[in-house]
């Protein structure tokens, strides 16, 4: 995979990735209202695979340390 491929690959989830948990942040009243009434939305489930991705592509396995950064 070309550098500029990779690149637009890791961009595009880590947007992903932040627009997921922003739509679990506006959807916290409805999910807070559905448990209430016996439903469960699986909204962790879908920001935790989005968020394996984005490490994966990232190719550190760490999201909280710096860029490029890897483990020898």
């Known amino acids: 995979m070309t550098h500029a491929v990779r690149a637009v690959r ?5 947007a992903l990735h932040h627009l997921t948990v922003l739509a679990g942040i ?4 409805l999910v807070f ?3 209430q ?11 935790a695979r989005i968020h394996e991705a984005y490490d994966a ?4 396995g ?3 340390g710096p860029a490029g950064e890897t483990e020898r």
């Open 10 to 14: 890791t961009t595009g989830l880590f």
């Open 26 to 29: 506006l959807a916290f009243p």
């Open 33 to 35: 209202l559905g448990r």
């Open 37 to 47: 009434a016996g439903l469960r939305l699986p909204m962790g489930a879908v920001v």
């Open 57 to 60: 592509a990232t190719d550190t």
């Open 62 to 64: 760490d999201a909280d």
